[in-house]
């Protein structure tokens, strides 16, 4: 690294900026960190400029990074200064005319990246010969192509990223691709595996979603491994589906595919974060093997034939329900032009009645508003009680099992195609991707109670 000035605090502001200074450490140093709680020893990281100005941040030499609050640091010892190399060295992606070729679409954040153990860095890697440098056992299983439509993080992902995302899909097919693979930031990545199973339809062969929810520089990261289940899914697999592919457990034992309309992500850490709600996912996956868990899904095919409607309606949100929730919330939503509304409702999909006169003004305003339950699992079933009943004379409509989510991208695309009231309920409640079933399978609600006898032994059974 550059031993300017400005390099050698990068990030670092405030209280963390003097601390710095008074010790004569900078970023990249090699030290020897004495504070108030125990002794510290590694890599001074940089930091970014949104970070706060009170913590220095660490790598420690077991890979993980520590903030350790300035002002309890006594002494440090800088053992030396490291040179960040910030490029994987590029080798040639090996082509084979007898493997598949897979089209990797990057949207954002690191698809694969190696760490710099001399510094601490993470190095990304994304074009073909980096990512050969950074995770060669790709090169066994295809030829892969890559490209980089954006670079946001994941809770920038929006229509108009959507819609060019769905256009190169549509692209790369047509041109050749037997499959295809996106890198995604895990925030949003199951509203982007929805969006696209409306805006890509009849396609021929696999279009996975895949991502990280630890980083490269980690011990724990499930980058790669993801990575090659993804490329391994879009090339050898026979689900010709929009789905997302991550960890199974925790564990690195295999991955899941889950259908990008069933599929949530749900825990904020964990690396088996994603399942399939209200349903099994579609397969199982290891570096060896896919194991098909239904056959309820389409097949490969060997055409091109492919159709993309990418569309959205921008006007369109998500209304969670609370208690003594104020009818002013509905008015706002009327008052500001939004067309479309879904509803995530208690129970079998109510909201209290103080928000009938606003429900029933915003279907008087053409806006088009849908009930999903906030359980996820289960259907919204408005004749059951009064409150349903009522509602469904304000012109609210149930939409069936549909995630919130689900539905909520499905009625921006939808509004986008018409707002005729008969005509937005008609492609609302036809299926176009499994986002309606006609049932839940008795094995599609499985919510483990730990501590209770039963669960207890089970668990003895599979803990290894």
């Not at 990030?11 to 504070?35: N, P």
């Not at 694969?112 to 993470?122: F, I, W």
């Not at 696209?196 to 979603?209: K, T």
């Not at 129970?347 to 009930?371: F, I, T």
Request: proline residues 6%; neutral net charge.
């Amino acid at each position: 690294m550059p031993n300017n000035r400005s390099a050698k605090y990068k990030g670092y502001r405030g209280q963390a900026l003097e601390v710095l200074k008074s010790l004569h450490i900078q970023v990249w140093s090699d030290v020897e960190l004495k504070t108030k709680e125990g002794a510290f020893e590694g890599i001074i990281l940089p930091r970014s400029e949104a970070d706060d100005d009170k913590h220095v941040v660490v790598k420690l030499k077991n890979g993980y990074n520590i903030g350790i609050l300035a002002e309890k640091i006594i002494e440090a010892k800088e053992i030396g200064v490291k040179e960040a190399i910030y490029k994987i060295p590029e080798s040639e992606f090996p082509r084979d005319p007898h493997k598949p070729n897979i089209s990797l679409l990057g949207t954002g954040g690191t698809i694969a990246s190696r760490l710099d153990y001399r510094t601490g860095a993470v190095i990304p890697a994304f074009t073909p010969g980096e990512l050969y440098g950074a995770v060669p056992e790709l090169a066994d299983i295809c030829n892969l192509k890559t490209e980089k439509l954006f670079g946001v993080f994941s809770e920038n992902m929006g229509p108009e990223q959507w819609i060019a995302t769905a256009e190169a899909i549509g692209r790369e097919i047509r041109n050749g691709a037997d499959g295809i693979v996106i890198g995604h930031g895990t925030d949003t990545m199951h509203h982007t595996a929805a969006i696209l199973s409306f805006m890509i339809q009849n396609q021929p062969v696999p279009i996975v979603m895949v991502g990280s929810q630890r980083s490269s520089d980690r011990p724990s990261s499930d980058a790669a491994l993801n990575l090659r289940h993804a490329v391994k899914a879009a090339a050898e697999s026979d689900l010709a589906e929009t789905m997302v592919c991550m960890f199974g457990p925790t564990s690195d034992q295999y991955g899941l595919l889950h259908r990008g309309t069933r599929v949530r992500k749900m825990h904020s850490s964990y690396r088996s974060t994603f399942r399939t709600i209200g349903n099994i996912p579609l397969a199982m996956i290891t570096t060896d093997s896919i194991t098909p868990l239904t056959q309820d899904y389409n097949k490969r095919r060997s055409d091109r034939n492919i159709i993309v409607d990418a569309v959205f309606e921008p006007k369109v949100t998500i209304v969670y329900y609370y208690p003594n929730m104020q009818p002013d919330i509905i008015d706002a939503l009327v008052d500001h032009g939004y067309k479309g509304i879904i509803i995530a409702g208690t129970g079998l999909g109510h909201v209290n009645k103080p928000l009938y006169p606003s429900l029933q003004r915003a279907y008087n305003a053409g806006v088009a508003v849908y009930m999903t339950v906030q359980t996820l699992w289960g259907y919204v079933q408005m004749y059951v009680y009064e409150t349903g009943r009522e509602m469904l004379q304000l012109g609210v409509i149930p939409a069936e099992n549909m995630l919130p989510e689900v539905a909520y991208v499905k009625l921006g695309w939808v509004l986008a195609h018409t707002t005729d009231p008969e005509k937005v309920k008609e492609m609302m409640l036809t299926p176009i991707a499994s986002e309606i079933t006609s049932r839940e399978p008795y094995n599609g609600y499985l919510i483990f109670q730990g501590g209770v006898p039963e669960v207890e032994v089970f668990l003895k059974k599979i803990k290894h």
